[in-house]
Structures are given as C-alpha cells and as structure tokens.
C-alpha cells in the first residue's frame, strides 16, 4: 500500500494527470508478484545471498511478467511493465534486460525509486530498516546511476507526502487492519 501510494504521488508531482497517476497506484503492487516464483529459503534468508541464490532471486522480473498476462487492459500492461523493469537501472546495468534511460518506462523508473525508498526503511529478514537520512543519502548517491536523476529530485522534493504515506500505512497499522477484519 505504501509503495504504490508514493508512486502515485510521484506521478502526479511529475504532472501526469489522475488517470494515469491511479493506474500506477492500482498496478506498481505487483511489481514483486514474480517472487512466488522465487523459493522461501532465498526470499527468507536472514544475510547476503550467495551467487546462486541472487542469480535465482533475479529471475522473479521475468516470472512476474509471465505470471501477468499481455491483456488489452492498460493496467495490465503497465503491472507487466512495472515488473519486467522495476530492477533495470538507469546506467544500464540493471536486470533482466539491461536496460538504459528513457529505455526504461516511466512507471518502472516511479517503481524503483518507490520499492527501494520503502524496502530500505522497512525490516526484512535480510535486514534491518535503515535511518531516513541513510535512505536519502542513499538515493541521491545513485541519481544518475541506479535511478533517473529527475525523478530522485522531485521524489525528495515531494518527502513530507511521501513521508505522511509512510506514516498512515506503517506496518503496525497494516496489522492492526487485518487483525480488525479478521
């Protein structure tokens, strides 16, 4: 849910108009969809992935865009987009297909600035969250190269919405809410 709200804002801050800005939002939650694909003893892996593993773990881009159809609905096809390129980065040296630019959707290059902003706050089995100003720093280390430099401007830009997103759909809330309608 966070994510695909900072994609959303994202959008709009770039001026893409609200139809556009909300097919992102309804589609950039798959991005990951191909990590079904992916077994429990690499996604659960508490440390580094050794080669094996990442070139498996690598693979989920692909196992997504075959899990989501090529189907005549834009929201579709831009979920598919989204997770065939959400790991492309903006030097080229990204995955699976390698690559560069503006080669790279528009929605993917939102995805990846959105997924890497909310992994890296987050706890995962492989890591703890880091502090917001790491992430910053982080993001505006690879502007240029891991992301497009434009969008990582207008995404810090943007930080006290994207901030407030966090906020609202932190973990503990996401809980709390499946707990109270179960």
Known sequence: MRMSRMCYALARAIGKDQNWAKMI?????????GKIGIPDSV???????NA??????????EI??????????????????????????????????GLQGDEIPLEGRI????????ALLSDRPYKKSWDKELVIAYL???S????????VSVFLSILP??????????????????TSVN
């Open 111 to 118: 995805a990846a600035i959105c997924d890497v902003y909310d």
């Open 161 to 178: 919405e994207i901030d407030a997103i966090s906020s609202r759909f932190d973990d503990d809330t996401q809980a709390r809410t499946v």
């Open 140 to 142: 505006q280390g690879n």
């Open 64 to 97: 997504g865009a075959k899990i989501i159809p090529d189907h005549a609905s834009e929201v579709i096809r831009m979920a598919r987009r989204i997770s065939l390129t959400h790991h492309e980065r903006w030097d080229g040296t990204g995955y699976p297909a």
């Open 144 to 151: 240029g190269s891991h992301f497009d430099p434009h969008l």
């Open 52 to 61: 094996e593993e990442l070139e498996n773990m690598r693979r989920h881009p």
């Open 25 to 33: 939002q309804v589609a950039s939650p798959l991005h990951d969809v």
């Open 43 to 49: 996604l659960l892996k508490p440390g580094r992935l």
